[in-house]
Structure formats: structure tokens, C-alpha cells
């Protein structure tokens, strides 16, 4: 079995913090980050390659929402049988990233591959989580289309939003460590 190397495990670590920090808030507000879990979901795809990190955020994000209702006063609107569907959800998002692995190079273009990729699949997550509440949830047994198109107009927008802060700053952090590694590795002669 192949160990994770210091450097995936402090990712895979800053990732698991930074759910359990900001996934009690979907949208934010003025006193808290908004939910980094979409973002979280596909750099950990495509930081580390592992599957059990895909099954531990999976059981990261069900306990935080467990302890969020049960201890915090948090609404259990949304934990209906649809609730299921953000497995399939958040493994797009892993997957996406672990497809950015494979093709990313340090180029902008390769940002530009990085931004396209992932407007796709926080889309395809939104699609997905959205539509599964609205025609497995139960709450909107009578909703037609129109009416369910103008919900996805209402929260489409923060959902793809939120997603893109985290994986911007995560593009840019990237970046900048990324250009300070061989000046890094040149200092200590390694």
C-alpha cells in the first residue's frame, strides 16, 4: 500500500479543515465564509489521487451536516431521500479534478483548461444536487418546469459563484508556490 507523501497529507488535512470550517453556511454572510465543499471536492481529485479520500470527505461532509442539526440549530430541510445524491454530486467533482491532473501542465492555457473544467462540472454537481431535491425530495411534489427553471435562475448563480472563489484562490496559491518551488529547491541545495 502506497503512504501518502507529507505533501498530499497536508493538502488532504487543509482540505478537511477548510469544509469543517465553512460548510455550516451554504451561501455565507457577513459573519461567515460560504461552503467550500464543491471546491474542496475537486482539488482533492486532483491533488491526491486516492479513492478513500473521495469516501472520507463523503463521511466529512455527512457528519458535519449530522452535528450542524443535531447541535447548531441548523435547518433539516434539506436531508430528504434526495440527500443521497450528493454522493453522485461531489464525485463529479472529484473526478473532474482527478481529470485535471492528468492533463494539467504550468501554462496558462492549462489555466484556461482549469477555469472551463470547472465551471462544467461545479454545472453538471448543480444540476445533479438541484434536481434531485426538486423531483426527490418531496417538498415540491407539484413544481413544473417554469417554476423550477426560475429556482435555478435564484440559486445557480451563488452556487457556481461560491465554488469558483475557492478554486480561484486555490488557482492562485497554486501558482505562486508552484513559482517559488525551484527557488525554494535552488536555496536549500536540493
Not at 11 to 36: E, K
Not at 106 to 126: C, P
Not at 134 to 154: I, K, L, N, T
Not at 174 to 180: E, G, P, Q, V
Request: net charge positive.
Amino acid at each position: 500500500m502506497k503512504l501518502l507523501s507529507r505533501r498530499s497529507m497536508l493538502i488532504g488535512l487543509a482540505l478537511v479543515a477548510l469544509m469543517a470550517a465553512t460548510r455550516m453556511h451554504h451561501f455565507g454572510s457577513a459573519l461567515h465564509l460560504p461552503d467550500a465543499s464543491l471546491a474542496v471536492f475537486l482539488l482533492a481529485g486532483f491533488f491526491i489521487a486516492s479513492p478513500l479520500l473521495l469516501v472520507g470527505l463523503l463521511l466529512e461532509a455527512a457528519a458535519l451536516d449530522y452535528v450542524a442539526i443535531a447541535h447548531l440549530g441548523v435547518s433539516d430541510y434539506c436531508v430528504t431521500p434526495a440527500y443521497w445524491f450528493l454522493i453522485p454530486t461531489y464525485a463529479v467533482l472529484w473526478f473532474a479534478g482527478r481529470y485535471y491532473a492528468r492533463v494539467h501542465q504550468h501554462s496558462l492555457r492549462s489555466l484556461g483548461v482549469f477555469a472551463g473544467l470547472s465551471v462544467a462540472a461545479l454545472s453538471a454537481a448543480f444540476l445533479i444536487s438541484n434536481g434531485a431535491f426538486y423531483w426527490f425530495s418531496g417538498r415540491h411534489p407539484d413544481m413544473g418546469m417554469a417554476e423550477y427553471a426560475a429556482r435555478v435562475v435564484q440559486y445557480y448563480p451563488q452556487y457556481l459563484a461560491g465554488g469558483l472563489l475557492y478554486l480561484a484562490c486555490a488557482a492562485a496559491l497554486y501558482a505562486l508556490l508552484s513559482a517559488r518551488a525551484p527557488v525554494v529547491a535552488s536555496a536549500t541545495g536540493k
